[in-house]
């Protein structure tokens, strides 16, 4: 449970680092490792369906990855202003 959740967060940190806000699940599933999660694709794209449920990331299926794009209520969760079920809560600003 702990690392799903860790897993979104990761996610949605990597999704607002773009300028475009977007990513797709092949770049993803390469990030994870950064943060000891080694996990497939499928897993990935498990993570990024709870996120698209919660309507945090927009996503859209292209051949066998998905792209996914940071919405305003995943913004929100980065930015602390609201709480995502199953997202860890990210870091107090300079903690």
């Keep these: ?6 897993g979104r967060l990761i996610i ?19 990030v ?12 990935v794209h498990e993570q990024l369906e709870y996120l698209a ?6 996503l859209t299926r292209a051949g066998t990855v998905m792209v996914a794009t940071l919405k305003v209520a995943g913004r929100r969760h980065l930015d602390r202003d609201e709480i995502l079920l199953g997202v860890t809560r990210p870091s107090e600003p300079g903690a």
Excluded: C
């Excluded at 449970?1 to 860790?6: F, L, T, V």
């Excluded at 475009?20 to 390469?30: C, F, K, R």
């Excluded at 994870?32 to 897993?43: K, L, S």
């Design 12 to 30: 949605l940190k990597a999704l607002a680092e773009q300028t475009n806000g977007t990513l797709d699940s092949s770049v993803l599933e390469e």
């Design 32 to 43: 994870m490792p950064v943060f000891a999660i080694r996990e497939t694709r499928q897993w």
């Design 1 to 6: 449970k702990i690392r799903k959740e860790r």
């Design 53 to 58: 449920e919660l309507n945090a990331v927009r």
